[in-house]
């Protein structure tokens, strides 16, 4: 068992080495990178390493943040359904980024963009608000904290309409493109600013996965094991946040990738969060490359915010993670 489930996780870093090397290769109009003498072209090799290369780079950054905080935040509130979507989070770091564009807020603090702040301050008080009305009624907690991040999401995404209809018709547009979710990128100055946050919470996060391990048995438990829960549900949340400010702030809200990638991991590799950890992450980042090849050579030349992929392809898993018996966490 501890074979197969270790083989599981080497076929997935070897699928995302090809991924990244294969990738760059496909999508658009320049599908080859030789001409008819077989050298490559000028053009062809500054559309490789000026466009495609960054985009998947981000991609499969964005996708393995998004993985690992919907796995994250599946094991602390103990349920499969528990997403940065579903809690409500991406739509407080939508918010954040919306009032920074429409009142024209900008600064930058310790290298942090007000962008990501305001994102960061957004999804953590989105967490905390899910997190504080799941305690009311810890007998039926699941029902509780999906309900109470759907009415956070609903009421953060109302704002955000809000503040939509009074902008001018420029940033509105503006707020309208970047809610689809989008990778469009030029040079590594994206990649490079999303690094930092997503390295940061990786980090933390994989710090903590035997006491996530301990949190999937039950707080009381973990508590019987010495883990202080508070502080280390607090530091997984910062850490959650953080990923999840620094994708929103740049990409724009990307659902369904923190879903679909650790069920589907957890069910090929148990839920050890271990090797979990590093398959989800490896999966999320494959995914994400996948559903932006989609993108950009389904209906070409017209590239698809990959947001509508994503839901496209998460909407159908939502419904039959949600009529089958695997909704509950396990």
Partial sequence: MINRKKTAVFVLALVSVMALIVAPFFGGSANAIADSNGIASINTKLIMLELRLPRILLAYIVGAALAVSGMTFQSLFKNSL???????VASGASLGVAVT???GISFSMLF??????????GALLAVALVYMLGRINRVNGAATT???????SFTFSSLILCIQ??????????????????LATVGYSEVLTLLPFVLTGLV?????????DLFSLGD?????RGVDVRLVQRLLFLATSLMIA???SICGPIGFVGMMAPHIVRMLIGAGHTLLFWGVLMFGGVFMVFCDFCSRVVIFPVFIPVGIVTALLGGPFFVWLTVSKRSNYS
Avoid at 82 to 88: D, E, Q, S
Avoid at 112 to 120: G, M
Avoid at 146 to 152: E, F, K, N
């Fill in 82 to 88: 528990a997403t940065p979507f579903t809690l409500g």
């Fill in 112 to 121: 942090i963009s007000s962008q990501v702040l305001f994102a960061f301050v």
């Fill in 204 to 212: 933390v996060v994989f710090i903590f996965r035997k006491e996530l």
């Fill in 165 to 182: 209809y009074i902008s001018d018709k420029t940033d509105s547009y503006r707020i309208i493109r970047w809610l689809m979710g989008g």
């Fill in 101 to 103: 564009t429409v009142f």
């Fill in 220 to 224: 009381e438990f973990a508590i019987s």
């Fill in 146 to 152: 999906l309900l109470s991040g759907v009415a956070v």
């Fill in 246 to 248: 620094g994708v929103v």
